[in-house]
């Protein structure tokens, strides 16, 4: 047996096709659903799975630059412990992207913890800033969710839920940078 996550997700897929599908009761037809949106599902991860490196790499990248945005327009001030974790957060991040071979996993921890870091700041700002800060916080908000919302309708373009070709994000693929220019 090959322990490759690639090589294992064709062999579900194709035991799903071959063996498991043509065994489910055709008149249950909430089983047979379920069973083409596994594959379909599979399917999907399968594609992903390629790109799924570069895309932690990028997300983590993104998270880097909103929060040195977040704390450039003074958000991250109205808490210095908050503003001292997401600085702390930005640099460990952006050590982690120079390494070479930084694993999957500790890019992932990475993103989530500024994630929620740069959570704070936002919170926080629109909670006790300005009138002005509160309007820079929302735009750069805005901004980054506008990059994030293209990217995840990337990976499930596949699925078929962008009828209308015109208004589909580009590959995501091409919205990401290579692997190299992390």
């Known amino acids: ?12 897929i194709k035991a799903m096709v071959d063996v498991v599908l043509p065994a489910v009761d055709p008149h249950h037809k909430m089983a047979q659903e379920q069973a083409r949106l596994i594959i379909g599902t599979l399917q999907l991860v399968a594609k992903r799975l390629p790109v799924a490196y570069r895309y932690d790499c ?3 990248r993104r998270y880097i630059g909103l929060a040195a945005a977040l704390v450039g ?36 921890r990475a993103a989530f913890e500024l994630r929620a870091a740069v959570s704070q700041v936002v919170q926080a700002a629109c909670t006790t800033g300005s009138p002005t800060l509160r309007q820079a916080v ?45």
């Open 1 to 12: 047996m090959d322990i490759r996550p690639d090589i294992q997700i064709q062999s579900m």
């Open 58 to 60: 990028d997300e983590l």
């Open 73 to 108: 327009c003074g958000a991250a001030a109205v808490d210095q412990e908050l503003k001292a974790d997401v600085e702390r957060l930005t640099t460990a991040g952006t050590r982690l992207l120079e390494r070479p071979c930084a694993e999957p996993v500790e890019l992932e």
């Open 138 to 182: 929302r735009r750069l908000v805005l901004d980054a969710a506008k990059v994030e919302l293209d990217r995840e309708r990337a990976l499930v373009v596949d699925m078929g839920f962008e009828t209308d070709p015109s208004k589909r994000p580009p590959p995501i693929e091409q919205q990401l940078p290579p692997a190299a220019m992390r």
